[in-house]
């Protein structure tokens, strides 16, 4: 058996996943589950995915495994202290408490981070980023995020939402962006 597994969920506009990984960042075979979400689904259909994925994966835990961790990814924006997700792409979820959730379900530490960072951190862990002590990650998916490892520790700044390069406004755009901002990023270049 591993020595060390943890639970990964990635909460995103699209889609939930959950996936069980070793401690070298490995995907544990049968593991790994997903389940719709989007824009047009209520609060309840969103919370009703996200414990279906983490049931599942629970559920496929190896026998006599225990899990050492969990780690929420979500997209943004965040407060990561207090454990809130408000993902644009989300209008359902304002202030929604996703890490009381996932924590309802499993008998282990939960952490919440941007879902940027998330995978800027997996990059400095087992890829392209691996090595370097200063990376900034970017993802291009339903929407646009990022995160920032500096020194050789991630930088996710007061809220948790730093890195975000989604959200900043490019000169000479004038579309709008569910932020309230104009000529974003994520308005002009995200999967939608």
Not at 19 to 27: C, E, K, L, T, Y
Not at 58 to 69: E, T
Not at 71 to 97: H, Y
Request: glycine share 16%; charged share 15%; net charge negative.
């Amino acid at each position: 058996m591993t020595s060390s597994i943890a639970l990964a969920v990635d909460m995103g506009g699209t889609k939930v996943e959950a996936a069980v990984i070793d401690d070298s960042g490995a995907v544990l075979p049968g593991t790994r589950f997903r389940a719709p979400t989007g824009p047009g689904r209520g609060s309840d259909e969103l919370a009703a995915s996200v414990t279906s994925v983490v049931d599942q994966a629970l559920a496929a835990l190896p026998a006599g495994a225990r899990l050492s961790g969990v780690g929420v990814g979500s997209a943004g924006p965040i407060v990561e202290a207090d454990g809130l997700v408000s993902p644009l792409n989300l209008p359902a979820w304002r202030g929604f408490p996703l890490r009381e959730l996932v924590a309802s379900r499993v008998d282990a530490p939960v952490q919440l981070r941007m879902d940027g960072l998330c995978i800027t951190l997996a990059e400095h862990w087992v890829g392209a980023a691996r090595g370097y002590n200063n990376a900034m990650g970017m993802i291009v998916s339903t929407g646009i995020g990022g995160g920032l490892i500096l020194h050789g520790n991630t930088v996710s700044g007061p809220t948790g939402n730093a890195g975000h390069i989604g959200h900043v406004e490019v000169a000479g755009f004038d579309d709008p962006c569910p932020c309230g901002g104009i000529g974003c990023v994520d308005a002009i270049a995200s999967g939608p």
